[in-house]
């Protein structure tokens, strides 16, 4: 199915997914996703979650990896530099 033709119920399932349920050998590895990233950037975002599948649910070699997202103005980078800030 084309991404952008998922309902919003897959989506909440994709993101409702249970990491401590999930079938490990069912995700897919994000080590094996690669983007060309010559596309525009709606393109690779669709290239992105065709290749991965469920972009809320994945692995990471052995490891299950699940993102979230909270709903506020703080960006990832904002985050980030909060972390790395905190560690200096």
């Known amino acids: 199915m084309e991404p952008c033709a998922y309902t919003m119920e897959q ?5 409702n997914v249970d990491i401590r349920t999930v079938d490990p050998a069912g995700l897919r590895d994000i080590r094996e996703v690669k983007v060309n990233t010559d596309l525009p950037k709606q393109e690779r975002i ?6 991965i599948g469920n972009p809320y649910c994945y692995r990471h070699g052995k490891y299950v990896v699940k993102v979230s997202f909270t709903d506020t103005d703080v960006t990832l980078e904002d985050r980030m530099l909060s972390y790395i800030r905190s560690k200096c």
């Open 11 to 15: 989506i909440k399932a994709m993101q």
């Open 46 to 51: 669709l290239d992105f979650i065709r290749q």
